[in-house]
C-alpha cells in the first residue's frame, strides 16, 4: 500500500507541490471511506476537515423542508471539498453526503492553517489551490444558473 | 441569348460596330417588341429617372440630366438631346429578374393530407435598354448568387435566358459614382448582346452600336446603320476617358475586403451608426442586395396555402430572429452585417465584392451615409480621421 | 445574354423551396416539451449524412429547419427530435401519425466522421444537443473499430429533461464506450453528477494529439466547451460545432443564415472550432 504522501503526490489537487511540502502536510492527513447515503458533513456544524477524493462521488447538497434535498454540485475523483476550513467561523455551508462509496483524505484544517501560518509560501501555494477551485466552481454555477439547455429549439 | 457563347469581336473595326442616330434607336426598339420583348427602359417619373416598360424611342428622357451626391437626387436640364445623359436612377433591373414578389408554392389540403403545387417560371422575353456598365456587373454578381451555386433559382434562371441586354455606356457620371474603383465602367466590355455608346452631338445624338452576341449582330444588321470609323471611335474613347476622369470616389475592393473583415470592433461602427436610420433603402435600391424572407397566407375555408418570397433587409430585427429573439439588435451590428457582407464576406460567399460602384447606396441613404468614406475610416486606427478624409 | 454558372444548363432547375409533403408514421413523446417524429421518407428514400438537417412545413402554419436525429442507415424515415418552442415547432410536435408534414432536405454540412478515424472520439452534447449528434453517435459505435476511445458526454438541466436516456444506458451498458452524464440541478434520486457540462471533459481520457470532438447544445456552452477542449490540447480544426441561425430558405439563396462570412446553410451547420472561434467572441453578429 502507498503511503500518504506518496497519494498526496499524486492527487490532482496537489500536482506540482514541492516534495519537502508534500512530507510537511502529510501529518494532517488521514485516509477515510464512507459508504453511500453516508453524511460526510452537516449544515452548520464546525468545519475542521476538508476532503481531497480518491474514490467515488459525494454531493453537496442543501436541506429543504417538504422536499428532498437539492443537489448544488457533485464533486469526484480529483477533485476537492470544503473550504470553510479556512476562513472562521470554521462551519460548514452545505451538507455533503457520499453518493457512492467514497475513498478521500481527509485534512485536519487546523494542522494545516498552523503549517500555513508558520510557511507563508505554503501558505499562498495552499490559498493559490483553493482559489482555483473556488473559481471555477463560482464560474459553473453562473453557467448552471443560467438555465441554457431550455433555449435550444 | 440565343447563342451566348458565340464570341464577337469586341474591338474595333468590326463589321458589327456601327452607327446610327435616333431613328436606328427607334428601330433597334420596335424590332424587339416584334421579337415578342417587353422593352424596359428608363423612363422620367415623379422626378426621377426609373426603369419601366416603354413603348418607344419617344418614352426615353431626352434632354435630361441629374444631379446626385449624399443623401440627394435631382434631374435637371442638358443642353444637349441627349436620351442617356444621366447616371443610374433609384430602381434596377434587379426586380424584372429578381421580383420583389414571387408565389413559391400552393399547398392543397385534401382528406388524407396536402399536395403542392408550383407555379410555372417566367418566361417572357424582356430587352433591358440602357444598362450602364455598373447594372451590368450587379447582373452578374447576381447571376452568381442565384445560377452559380448547387440551388439555382428556377424562375431567376428562366428570366435571366430570356433576357436581351442593351448596354449603354456612361458619358455622365455623378459624384457618387465609383464604377471606376470596382472595374465596372463607365465602358463596358462584355456581357451584353448590344453595346451602345451615345455621342450627344448637341440637337442629334448618334449612336455607335456593338453587336455582343449572334442575336445582337442580326438586331444591329436590320438598322441604317454605317460602319463605326476611326474619329467616330475615338470619340467614344474621349467621352468615357472623360466620364472616367469626372468620377473621383475611390474604393479598393481588396483593401475593403480585408479592413471590414479585420474590424469587426473597430469605434467606426458606433459612430455610423448614431446616423444610420436602419430604414433599408440602400438594401432596396441595391442592385445586387438579394435577401428574401416567406410569407405565408392560408384560407382555411379553401384549404389552400400559399407561399412566397419576398425582398428582405439585413436591417430588420426579423432578418436575424432565431428563437428567443433578434441575433443582430443594435443598428450598429445591422449596419456592420450589411458593409462586411457586401464589400467583405460576399467574396467567400461567391467568389466577387458584393458591390458594382453604382452609388446607390449613398444617393438613397436619407442621411447620406457613404460607404466608401465608412472604408476609410475603417482602414485607420481607432478614433483618428482617415488622412484623405472628406 | 448568358449569364454565369449554370444559368445554361439545358434542364430547367427544379423549385428547391416546394416540400414533399410526406406521411407521419409514428410520433413519440421523448420529454415534457420534446417529440420524435418519424416520417415516410418515400421513394427516394432518406439519405443524409450526420449532422444534417431538414426544412419541415405543417400545413398553413410554416416551415422551420430541423437537424435529422435518425440512424444514416435507416433510409425508410426521416426522423427528428422536436422541441415545442414556437409555432412551427409547437405545431409539428402536435402532429399525430397519419398526418402529413412537407420535408425537403436534407441540407448543410456533416459531422467529421471519415476525417476522425483512427482517433479518440469526444461528443458534448447539451439539451437537445444530443439529437443532432446522434447520428454520428450511432455511426461510431457501428464502425466502432475505425476509431479508438469513444466518450458521449451529456449536460441537461434536470434529470427528467434527459433526452434519449434509454439509449443512454444502452450505451453506457457497453464495454467500449464511455458515458458521462451531468445535470444543472437534481434532487437527492439522481446519483449522477450534478454540475457543468465541460467538467466532465475531466472525467474521460483520451489522446489530445488524436482527438476529435463534436459539440452541439446552446451556443454559450459550444463556445465554452471548444474553449476548454483546446486548452486541453486539441486541436481547433478538429473541434466541431454545429451553429443556428435563422434560415428561410435553406439553398443559400435568401441571405439569412449568414454567420461570419458563411451561408450556414451551405457552408454549415458544422463547422471546426478553427474557422469560426473568432466570431464566436463578436456579439451580434
Known amino acids: 500500500m502507498k503511503d500518504l504522501s506518496e497519494i498526496i503526490a499524486s492527487h490532482p489537487f496537489f500536482s506540482g507541490l514541492d516534495s519537502n511540502y508534500v512530507d510537511l502536510i502529510t501529518g494532517c492527513a488521514r485516509n477515510v471511506k464512507f459508504s453511500a447515503g453516508d453524511v460526510i458533513a452537516r449544515e452548520g456544524q464546525p468545519s475542521t476537515e476538508f476532503y481531497v477524493l480518491r474514490h467515488g462521488r459525494v454531493a453537496v447538497e442543501i436541506n429543504a423542508p417538504a422536499r428532498a434535498p437539492l443537489v448544488l454540485r457533485t464533486a469526484s475523483e480529483g477533485e476537492v471539498v470544503g473550504w470553510s476550513w479556512i476562513f472562521p467561523p470554521h462551519r460548514w455551508q452545505f451538507d455533503i453526503s457520499a453518493v457512492t462509496l467514497v475513498r478521500a483524505l481527509a485534512f485536519d484544517g487546523k494542522c494545516l492553517r498552523a503549517k500555513c501560518d508558520a510557511d507563508p509560501k505554503l501558505g499562498y501555494d495552499m490559498m493559490r489551490r483553493f482559489a482555483q477551485v473556488a473559481a471555477s466552481q463560482l464560474q459553473a454555477t453562473r453557467l448552471q444558473l443560467l438555465d441554457l439547455y431550455g433555449g435550444r429549439g | ?390 | 445574354m448568358g449569364a454565369e454558372g449554370n444559368v445554361l444548363v439545358s434542364v430547367p432547375p427544379k423549385e428547391h423551396m416546394a416540400p414533399l409533403p410526406v406521411r407521419v408514421l409514428k410520433s413519440h413523446r421523448e420529454l415534457a416539451d420534446t417529440w420524435t417524429l418519424e416520417l415516410d421518407s418515400g421513394p427516394l428514400g432518406a439519405k443524409f449524412a450526420p449532422g444534417q438537417f431538414n426544412m419541415l412545413y405543417v400545413f398553413g402554419v410554416g416551415e422551420i429547419p430541423v437537424s435529422i436525429s435518425g440512424d444514416p442507415l435507416n433510409t425508410s424515415r426521416w426522423i427528428h427530435t422536436i422541441r415545442s418552442v414556437g409555432l412551427a415547432s409547437a405545431a409539428l410536435c402536435a402532429t399525430k401519425s397519419g398526418e402529413m408534414v412537407g420535408v425537403r432536405g436534407p441540407y448543410g454540412t456533416c459531422w467529421p466522421m471519415e476525417a476522425a478515424e483512427g482517433n479518440d472520439l469526444l461528443f458534448v452534447c447539451g439539451g437537445l444537443g444530443l439529437a443532432p449528434l446522434r447520428p454520428a453517435i450511432l455511426t461510431a459505435l457501428r464502425l466502432r473499430e475505425r476509431y479508438g476511445r469513444i466518450a458521449v458526454l451529456v449536460g441537461a438541466r434536470e434529470p427528467t429533461a434527459l433526452l434519449f436516456e434509454k439509449e443512454l444506458h444502452v450505451w453506457r451498458g457497453r464495454f467500449d464506450v464511455q458515458v458521462e452524464v451531468t445535470v444543472d440541478s437534481a434532487g437527492r434520486g439522481w446519483f449522477g453528477e450534478v454540475g457543468w457540462v465541460t467538467r466532465l471533459i475531466d472525467h474521460v481520457r483520451f489522446d489530445t494529439d488524436f482527438t476529435y470532438a463534436m459539440v452541439c447544445g446552446p451556443e454559450i456552452m459550444m463556445r465554452l466547451a471548444a474553449r476548454d477542449l483546446v486548452e486541453r490540447g486539441v486541436a481547433a480544426e478538429n473541434v466541431f460545432l454545429s451553429l443556428e441561425r435563422n434560415m428561410k430558405c435553406a439553398i443559400a439563396l435568401c441571405g439569412h443564415c449568414q454567420y461570419g462570412t458563411t451561408l450556414l446553410c451551405r457552408d454549415g451547420a458544422v463547422l471546426p472550432y478553427s474557422r469560426v472561434a473568432s466570431w464566436l467572441g463578436i456579439r451580434e453578429l
Open chain 2, 1 to 390: 441569348m440565343k447563342n451566348p457563347e458565340a464570341s464577337i469581336p469586341a474591338t474595333h473595326p468590326s463589321p458589327y460596330f456601327v452607327r446610327f442616330d435616333i431613328e436606328g434607336l427607334k428601330r433597334l426598339i420596335e424590332t424587339l417588341k416584334q421579337e415578342g420583348y417587353e422593352v424596359l427602359g428608363p423612363t422620367v417619373r415623379d422626378g426621377a429617372i426609373v426603369i419601366e416598360p416603354i413603348e418607344s424611342v419617344s418614352q426615353l428622357p431626352c434632354g435630361v440630366g441629374d444631379e446626385q451626391s449624399g443623401g440627394r437626387y435631382r434631374l435637371t436640364q442638358r443642353s444637349d438631346r441627349s436620351r442617356f445623359g444621366y447616371a443610374v436612377g433609384p430602381t434596377s433591373w434587379k426586380r424584372f429578374l429578381f421580383p420583389p414578389n414571387r408565389l413559391l408554392w400552393r399547398a392543397t389540403q385534401h382528406e388524407r393530407g396536402f399536395s403542392v403545387e408550383t407555379p410555372p417560371v417566367d418566361s417572357q422575353r424582356r430587352a433591358f435598354v440602357g444598362v450602364r456598365g455598373c447594372d451590368l456587373a450587379a447582373i452578374r454578381i447576381q447571376d452568381r448568387v442565384f445560377c452559380g451555386g448547387a440551388n439555382p433559382d428556377p424562375d431567376y434562371v428562366s428570366r435571366r435566358k430570356q433576357t436581351f441586354i442593351v448596354a449603354v455606356e456612361c458619358g455622365s457620371p455623378v459624384q457618387t459614382c465609383f464604377c471606376t474603383s470596382m472595374g465596372t465602367g463607365p465602358a463596358i466590355g462584355d456581357g451584353f448582346d448590344i453595346r451602345l455608346t451615345e455621342i450627344p452631338d448637341g440637337e442629334n445624338p448618334y449612336y455607335l452600336g456593338l453587336a455582343g452576341s449572334e442575336y445582337g449582330a442580326q438586331l444591329l444588321s436590320q438598322i441604317d446603320a454605317i460602319q463605326v470609323n476611326e474619329s467616330e471611335f475615338a470619340e467614344r474613347n474621349a467621352i468615357l476617358a472623360s466620364a472616367a476622369a469626372q468620377i473621383t470616389r475611390h474604393l479598393d475592393p481588396d483593401h475593403a475586403r480585408a479592413v471590414i473583415l479585420e474590424n469587426p470592433e473597430h469605434s467606426r461602427w458606433d459612430e455610423v451608426a448614431s446616423r444610420c436610420l436602419t430604414c433599408g433603402n440602400c438594401t432596396q435600391v441595391c442592385p445586387t442586395c438579394f435577401c428574401s424572407t416567406v410569407d405565408d397566407v392560408t384560407d382555411l375555408t379553401t384549404g389552400v396555402a400559399e407561399r412566397s418570397r419576398r425582398w428582405d433587409s439585413c436591417f430588420t430585427m426579423e432578418h436575424s430572429h432565431v428563437h428567443g429573439g433578434a441575433v443582430r439588435r443594435s443598428p450598429r451590428s445591422r449596419y456592420r452585417q450589411w458593409l462586411s457582407h457586401k464589400l467583405g464576406s460576399w467574396w467567400e460567399q461567391f467568389g466577387t465584392a458584393g458591390c458594382s460602384g453604382c452609388g446607390r447606396c449613398i444617393v438613397w441613404c436619407p442621411v447620406g451615409i457613404d460607404l466608401t468614406e465608412e472604408v476609410a475610416y475603417l482602414a485607420t486606427k481607432r478614433d483618428a480621421p482617415p488622412e484623405d478624409a472628406p
